[in-house]
């Protein structure tokens, strides 16, 4: 069974602060994937990354950066957070062109 | 530029009637498709996928329809049961022999509430 998890099921941060958001599968998984979710938005890929140390632009890629050291584990991170970055963000992974398993989901609010 | 759209951001049916969920997409690249379901406070979950070289996949009370020519596909849940309250996404795939085709691109989702 696919387990993906996130470091935090709800965070609060200010403005300015640099934000990490830690992602871990336990599948051996070699994709993974950054989301977020806004209403009437639906999910925009950030960033994924095929394997360790590669990293690709998703659709909405400006005021992230990820960071992919090992396999098992895909950080995504908020150089300067804002307040529009208060969103719902979502992991997944996945074997080759399989099925993406998602993580239960962090939900951030930048003050 | 939103490739992938469902235009109903809700919907609600009864319970044991069929529930049609719809979704349109642009990019005629896109050959495979997937419907997730996603529950509030969780991760979505893979619910039922169809690949362009067929026009119907089914699985138990989901059937998900594929109209290339229309570049539309729908979930159909029948029975519809309280469970199946939940935000539905579909999402769509870049050809399996292209660089990058693990990527989704998902739909804005809609709501769907069974009335019991």
């Known amino acids: 069974d696919v387990k993906v998890t996130q470091s935090s099921r709800y965070l609060v941060k200010r403005t300015g602060e640099k934000v990490f958001l830690e992602c871990v599968q336990d599948?051996?998984?070699?994709?993974m994937f950054w989301y977020r979710q806004d209403p009437g938005l639906g999910l925009r890929l950030i960033y994924f990354?095929?394997?360790?140390?590669?990293?690709e632009k998703g659709d909405i890629p400006e005021g992230y950066s990820v960071s992919r050291e090992k396999k098992e584990r895909f950080s995504l991170i908020l150089e300067s957070a804002s307040t529009n970055q208060t969103s719902m963000y979502l992991c997944?992974?996945?074997?080759?062109?399989?099925?993406?398993?998602f993580g239960p989901g962090t939900r951030l609010t930048v003050l | 530029d939103q490739q992938v759209k469902q235009n109903s951001p809700s919907l609600s049916v009864q319970e044991g009637r069929i529930s049609i969920l719809n979704c349109d997409y642009t990019?005629?690249?896109?050959?495979?498709f997937l419907w997730y379901k996603k529950y509030p406070a969780e991760g979505p979950t893979f619910l039922i996928s169809?690949?362009?070289?067929?026009d119907k996949n089914e699985d138990g009370r989901f059937t998900v329809f594929l109209n290339k020519s229309a570049k539309h596909l729908s979930l159909h849940i029948v029975p519809s049961q309280p469970g199946d309250s939940a935000v539905y996404f579909c999402?769509?795939?870049?050809?399996?022999?292209?660089?990058?085709?693990?990527?989704?691109?998902f739909g804005t989702g809609t709501r769907l509430t069974i009335i019991p």
């Open positions: 997944a992974s996945s074997l080759g062109t399989d099925t993406q398993y």
């Open positions: 599948m051996d998984h070699e994709n």
């Open positions: 990354s095929y394997d360790v140390k590669m990293k």
């Open positions: 990019n005629s690249m896109f050959d495979y």
């Open positions: 169809i690949s362009s070289i067929k």
């Open positions: 999402a769509a795939s870049v050809g399996l022999s292209n660089f990058g085709n693990e990527k989704l691109t």
